[in-house]
């Protein structure tokens, strides 16, 4: 994920693009609800139900899911990283080895705020889906539709940018772990820790397994279909035999 990236300015620019991106569509999302038209005219009815929109549970835990795991994992990354803030050490009595990129702290400002920006958004946008005018009485069901359509429009992305940015997180800092144990161990076979035994590497098999999870859910947030609107009664039928008698 980040390791096409030659220094820290571009690693940085290439973690933050998932989260802004999906931002700037739900930001879309939320413009397309602030230019709902409003009620007009001196006499206004409205329906006494709530106008809050069912939330689409699937993308809703999606989202949350890539909110949490990316947190976790800027966490991890801080906490692990090397002094410098973007690269992991491993050290024996006589060797150490360093590799990078890793998501320590020299990421986790930028990479934080985009996915906060992403979250904020995400927040505002559903709340203008909520705030929406009726479309009026006796279209209640036709009225639940429409803002379910418009909360998937507002999710799917949220889920998205939030997945992926912790699924780049993940697999490059398993990635990272595990080449760096690798070195240790070519450099200094007998004093390196050996597999099973090894938790640190074993770790890092793990955030490679948990980056492969994200990325997968992220493909099924991408992919997740809107709600079908339900069909508008029609009108009477006119009989044509009978208007032409």
Do not use: K
């Not at 890539?66 to 801080?78: I, K, Q, S």
């Amino acid at each position: 994920w980040l390791a096409g990236a030659v220094n820290r300015a571009e690693d940085i620019r290439l973690a933050t693009i998932p989260a802004l991106a999906c931002a700037v569509a739900v930001l879309t999302a939320a413009v397309s609800e602030l230019t709902w038209p409003r009620p007009t005219g001196a006499v206004r009815v409205a329906s006494l139900s709530r106008g809050r929109s069912a939330r689409p549970a699937g993308l809703q835990r999606l989202a949350l899911t890539g909110f949490v795991a990316t947190a976790l994992a800027l966490a991890v990354g801080a906490l692990t990283a090397a002094p410098d803030g973007r690269s992991f050490t491993r050290r024996t009595v006589d060797f150490a080895t360093t590799g990078s990129p890793y998501p320590g702290a020299s990421y986790a400002t930028a990479v934080g705020i985009a996915t906060a920006l992403l979250a904020l958004a995400t927040w505002f946008a559903r709340t203008r889906v909520d705030a929406r005018p009726a479309i009026g009485p006796g279209r209640e069901a036709l009225d639940a539709a429409v803002r379910g359509v418009s909360m998937v429009r507002v999710l799917r992305p949220a889920a998205v940018g939030s997945l992926s940015t912790a699924a780049g997180l993940w697999l490059t800092l398993g990635a990272t772990v595990n080449s760096v144990t690798q070195n240790l161990r070519m450099n200094d076979s007998r004093q390196a820790p050996q597999p099973p035994l090894d938790w640190v590497q074993n770790f890092g098999f793990t955030a490679l397994g948990v980056g492969v999870v994200l990325g997968f859910l992220s493909v099924v947030a991408l992919a997740s279909a809107s709600p079908r609107l339900p069909r508008q009664d029609q009108g009477p039928v006119i009989d044509g035999a009978r208007v032409r008698a």
